[in-house]
Nanobody, 119 residues
Framework: VQLQASGGGLVQAGESLRLSCVAPGMILSVFRGYNMGWYRQASGKQRELVARFQDDGSRDVADVVKGRFTIFRDNSQKKIFLQMDSLRPEDTAVYYC???????????WGQGTLVTVSS
């Protein structure tokens, strides 16, 4: 499973970015069977959950970004997005797209996209 993430960049605190992740080689019916999400890893820290879809379609969002970040998906495009508003310097990290199969729990990672927030 190939996942392509994009949309990272350098912004100032308080600004917004939208990340995108596409699964180009996945047919639509297969894409729907995956829980898609975003994780991030800051320099010197462990990778952590940002937001993801769960088996029942509900969103699991980390407390540190709740109210500022929104995850949504467009199944017709086989894409997920992460709308990041009111960015803070502590949001600086490499953001990874993640896919987990709902039945087998097989996991796949995208290549990561760097988000840098300056103060």
């Amino acid at each position: 499973v190939q996942l392509q993430a994009s949309g990272g960049g350098l912004v100032q605190a308080g600004e917004s970015l939208r990340l995108s992740c596409v699964a180009p080689g996945m047919i639509l019916s297969v894409f729907r069977g995956y829980n898609m999400g975003w994780y991030r890893q800051a320099s010197g820290k462990q990778r952590e959950l940002v937001a993801r879809f769960q088996d029942d379609g509900s969103r699991d969002v980390a407390d540190v970004v709740k109210g500022r970040f929104t995850i949504f998906r467009d199944n017709s495009q086989k894409k997920i997005f992460l709308q990041m508003d009111s960015l803070r310097p502590e949001d600086t990290a490499v953001y990874y797209c993640h896919a987990e199969h709902q039945s087998t729990r097989s996991e796949y990672w995208g290549q990561g996209t760097l988000v840098t927030v300056s103060s």
